[in-house]
């Protein structure tokens, strides 16, 4: 067996979008950790040669997540995380994406350790939610190591 096959990391994405009327929609889907999310975490583990994840990204793409992904299908915005926190075997990440960022259908999300490019540490594709440009939203994905 291989690390791919004996590590699990698991999550949910949990997304909620407020327009300028104060609406909000929710849409929960879980996500997944991309192998190079995997060897990521199993370099930290000896090591910190790697950036922590410090980014969001939000895109378009519809193309269903896959373990070989290493970037979103069509990225519509990336932003620092908001917070970061490890508590026992499960990590949370926070991130807004504010008015006129990430402005489109937004149909899937990513983790990554830069603010552009990096390594992607996991992929998530949910039905459509569509962000106008006055909308603000907030996600919360949390990763569980099991």
Do not use: P
Request: aromatic residues 4%; neutral net charge.
């Amino acid at each position: 067996m291989n690390l791919n096959e004996l590590f699990k990391l698991t999550g949910k994405v949990h997304v909620t979008l407020t327009n300028e009327r104060g609406e909000v929609i929710e849409q929960r889907a879980t996500n997944l950790v991309v192998t190079t999310g995997k060897n990521f975490t199993a370099s930290r583990m000896v090591g910190t040669t790697s950036g922590v994840m410090s980014h969001m990204a939000i895109g378009a793409g519809t193309t269903a997540a896959a373990a070989s992904d290493t970037a979103l299908g069509s990225e519509l915005g990336r932003v620092a995380l908001t917070a970061s926190t490890s508590t026992n075997n499960v990590v949370t990440y926070t991130a807004t994406f504010g008015v006129g960022v990430g402005t489109g259908a937004v149909t899937e999300a990513g983790i990554l350790n830069a603010s552009s490019a990096g390594t992607m540490l996991c992929r998530v594709v949910f039905d459509v939610v569509n962000k106008g440009a006055n909308d603000t939203m907030a996600i919360t994905w949390t990763v569980t190591v099991g």
